[in-house]
């Protein structure tokens, strides 16, 4: 199911001009003025992004946005601005009005690449959103429904996709510890929007349930599938070669081709883009392989769709695509030419609670070829899925070291200064050395600093985390760990995890004055952190009536933009 993208713009060739251009990859909407987008948001929304002109009569591109935030939130907000207005879209993007800002002119590349990382950061607070509506009775129960939630997809009753990555994971260990041969296999539905738009949603997801039934049917004992994302779904082939797998996955291709899904009268016949890889001992990570199964799937979809494409050691066309990978090449060229900025954002005690001097967390931004800062959200996925993230948390360890080298008297009025670590530096022998031989080697104060790492990353490899973290911990740094509080059942992991901080979700912070099932989350969090003798800390507290919440449940820091908004580091000089 493709989202909605609505571009205003009041000069109609421009907006013809990024119809055309954007149409076949997205579901593109246009509207002439702010007020005819505010009547399509009313009548036709929700809309995924809404990328607006500043400059336009009577409403401007900013008013547009800014009512939006307030009428529309869920829309992620993007502004295309002339050089005269670039100041003015940089207060814009700080102040949390716009996602981002482009200059015009602006080509398609450029803004179709913007609607994909706008896409994606769509999906994921989507996500967060569907977790935070369900209502509990209580803490037990929402356990055991979000244990199982975070396995199964919800619509097909499929395993997801974090549950397939821990089998891929499996697999992939017995291919190199073993040397067993397994298959995966990535499948796209091809044009499956043509069943939403012309019957609706409610057809799309029956269409979808009876093809996970279709595809369940055909499943061997100890294989794997799932539903990956809207549309997608992927198979793992345990003891299979390829060539079987090929013989495997074109019967169930030919069912697919015979299936027919049916809905008031009308019929569509089912096809689909599928690719395969072998999992052998020259794979080397989930991340690489989902990639490269994707991709062969797109090579099929190269080919007119409806195809089956095995990818093997000599395909051409597979290696082409996996080199086209525009963001390996921004990254590298960033790290290479060392445009990236230390940012900061302060931690503040409250309740009373007292530190000896400043808390901040370092956070991280790009700099693009137009000299513009770009958030994390938008290259920082392409860095996890290539393995490049361990190079960027070398670079900001190495330059938070010499920054603090070179101003030493910031040390002086220093509490906590903390860190963020990928989930590939996890358990990394490589980063853990990198981090004991740079700090110390400059012989920095370690239990100033605090490493920072998400819940789901320690999670996922919970004892290298326990032992990479218990190796820093012994040399004299702490620990915080991040995002908590998206799946109740962590709570069995957190006894064993030894970190001094726990950072509480933002999605539930933001809301806890006015949603009772945030608040009693938070206060279920923030009991047990302390308990287990964590101290703890909010995100996203953004207004007065979030801190008063939190002092009223005895949370003992605070991070957000009522404190201060992020700003480069160079500015506590």
């Known amino acids: 199911m493709k989202e909605k993208i609505l571009i205003v713009d009041d000069e109609l ?40 002109d500043m400059r336009m009569p009577n409403m401007s591109g900013l008013e547009l946005l800014s009512t939006l935030k307030e009428t529309a939130p869920k829309s992620i907000r ?5 050089n005269a207005d670039q100041k003015t879209a940089v207060d814009a993007v700080n102040k949390g009005e716009v996602f981002k800002f482009l200059t015009k002119p602006c080509s398609p590349e450029t803004l ?7 896409l994606a950061l769509y999906a994921q607070l989507q996500e967060k959103r569907a977790i935070l509506e369900q209502s509990v009775n209580d803490i037990k129960i929402l356990s055991d429904k979000l244990s199982y939630q975070s396995q199964h997809d919800y619509l097909t009753g499929l395993a997801n996709r974090p ?25 796209d539905l091809d044009y499956f929007h043509v069943i939403n738009d012309n019957c609706g949603h409610y057809a799309g997801d029956e269409c979808l349930r009876q093809i996970g039934d279709l595809l369940s049917s055909q499943q061997r004992g100890n294989d794997a599938l799932a539903r990956l994302t809207s549309d997608k779904f992927g198979i793992l082939l345990n003891n299979c ?11 169930l291709h030919e069912r697919l081709k015979q299936y027919t899904f049916e809905w008031e009268r009308k019929s569509f016949d089912i096809s689909a883009s599928i690719g395969l890889i072998p999992i052998n001992n020259k794979s080397t990570s989930v991340a690489s392989l989902l990639s490269t199964a994707e991709t062969a799937c797109c090579v099929a979809m190269d080919h007119g769709g409806n195809q089956l494409h095995i990818g093997k050691e000599d395909d051409r066309e597979l290696t082409q695509r996996l080199n086209e990978s525009q963001w390996v090449s921004k990254i590298h060229t960033a790290l290479k030419e060392n445009r990236f900025r230390l940012f900061f954002q302060t931690i503040a005690p409250i309740n009373g609670n007292q530190e000896s001097g400043e808390h901040y967390e370092i956070l991280l931004r790009m700099v693009d070829e137009n000299k513009q800062y770009l958030s994390p959200l938008i290259f920082m996925q392409a860095a996890e899925n290539y393995y490049l993230s361990p190079l960027i948390d070398k670079w900001v360890i190495k330059n938070v070291c010499s920054w603090f080298m070179s101003h030493p008297e910031q040390l002086d009025h220093l509490s906590v200064c903390s860190i963020n670590l990928s989930g590939h530096s996890i358990g990394n022998r490589d980063i853990l050395d990198y981090i004991c031989n740079t700090f110390e080697g400059n012989s920095l104060p370690l239990e100033k600093f605090c490493f920072e790492v998400t819940e789901t990353a320690a999670i996922a490899q919970l004892g290298k985390a326990i032992s990479f973290i218990d190796t820093l911990k012994s040399r004299g740094f702490f620990f915080s760990l991040d995002d908590f509080g998206t799946g109740f059942s962590s709570f069995a992991y957190l006894k064993n995890l030894p970190v001094d901080y726990l950072k509480i979700d933002g999605e ?29 800390i909010a995100e996203y507290v953004e207004n007065n009536e979030i801190m008063a919440s939190l002092k009223t449940l005895n949370v003992d820091f605070a991070q957000g933009y009522l404190l201060n908004q992020p700003q480069p580091l160079d500015d506590k000089l």
């Open 508 to 536: 539930f912070v933001k809301n806890i004055h006015i949603n009772p099932v945030d608040n009693a989350m938070v206060r279920s969090i923030n009991e047990i952190g302390k308990l287990m003798g964590k101290t703890t």
């Open 13 to 52: 060739h421009i907006l013809q001009g990024y119809k055309r251009a954007l149409r076949k990859h997205f579901k593109i909407h246009t509207a002439s003025s702010g007020k005819q987008a505010l009547e399509k948001v009313a009548n036709d929304g929700p809309f995924a992004i809404v990328i607006s």
């Open 78 to 82: 993007i502004m295309l601005t002339g």
């Open 163 to 187: 549950a397939f990555e821990l089998r891929l994971q499996y697999f992939l260990e017995t291919a190199l510890n073993e040397d067993q041969e397994h298959v995966l296999c990535h499948m």
């Open 241 to 251: 070669t390829l060539d079987e797998a090929g013989r495997i996955i074109s019967g």
């Open 112 to 118: 179709s690449e913007t609607i994909n990382s706008g």
